[in-house]
């Protein structure tokens, strides 16, 4: 059943297109405090409130599935925060509960985006690493997680770091990483500029721009080039309804830099309003 909801007075409300009233599907959002310092979490939750959109606001009991204070939401949930939140949305069976991009690896991608990636390389286990061609070819090279349940942070490896690195993983009783965890391996890229995009029902809804030479940027503007790759993509394939694709400018045109599950991304200086518009009028089906 469809409801209205009306921004309350001081309100962004034309933060979603600049309509006084919308028409919202409707989720309860469940949202974890743990990004308090970024302005997109702070932006989020005003513009939930602004709407008398269900919502409440938690943290996840150390190492456990549970809330804190609990939640009991009833319908349809969406859950926005940190990668830890997978296991409590799989335990209240909430749904959609997350749009997870943890079952597709860096295969599924090249699969169907093909030479469109930024990293065309290898996947293999971090423990065959040093057997790849990249391995013996580059120094140094990029090594990231093959798929979105980012254990660690895709960066650049020499082989000396890396070896070194992975004494220390393989020392450790218990950690996310292990010596079968999936990677991909490539050579490095020349990058000049990098953006966010949130694609919902294979439409850029909004975008930013996070880096700009390596280097944190969110005040570049995201150009019809840009959004237009990401929506030409999304029409060859979407691994979910809503996800984010990251796109990177290059000295071989636009790539992919990797798909993010939509729940679990930064905002930077994203339109969270008309993120909100958007998965809120996503059908049931």
């Given at each position: ?207 930013s721009s996070y880096k700009l030479a390596g280097v944190l940027n969110t005040a570049l503007p995201v150009d019809d080039e840009v959004t237009g790759f990401a929506e030409a993509c ?52």
């Open positions: 059943m469809q409801r209205r909801y009306r921004p309350r007075p001081g309100h962004p409300g034309g933060c979603a297109g600049g309509k006084g009233e919308i028409t919202w599907e409707g989720v309860y959002w469940i949202v974890q405090d743990c990004f308090s310092n970024e302005a997109g979490w702070a932006d989020l939750l005003q513009i939930l409130e602004a709407f008398g959109l269900p919502h409440s606001v938690h943290s996840i009991v150390p190492g456990t599935d549970e809330l804190a204070p609990k939640a009991a939401p009833v319908g349809r949930v969406l859950a926005v925060g940190s990668y830890a939140l997978r296991r409590v949305v799989r335990a209240n069976n909430w749904t959609p509960g997350v749009f997870d991009l943890k079952d597709f690896t860096h295969a599924d991608f090249w699969r169907h985006w093909d030479d469109r990636l930024l990293n065309a390389g290898t996947e293999t286990e971090l423990r065959s690493v040093c057997d790849t061609a990249e391995f013996r070819e580059c120094d140094p090279f990029f090594l990231r997680p093959a798929n979105d349940e980012k254990p660690f942070p895709g960066r650049l490896f020499t082989r000396a770091k890396f070896e070194e690195w992975s004494a220390k993983i393989a020392r450790r009783a218990e950690s996310r990483l292990h010596s079968v965890t999936r990677v991909m391996i490539s050579a490095p890229r020349e990058i000049y500029s990098e953006f966010r995009t949130w694609i919902i029902d294979g439409r850029a809804v909004t975008g999304a029409r060859i394939w979407s691994p979910r309804r809503a996800f984010c694709l990251d796109i990177a400018k290059t000295p071989g045109g636009l790539k992919i830099v990797e798909a993010n599950t939509i729940n679990f991304a930064g905002f930077y200086a994203a339109n969270v309003g008309r993120i909100v518009e958007a998965i809120e009028g996503l059908s049931e089906s």
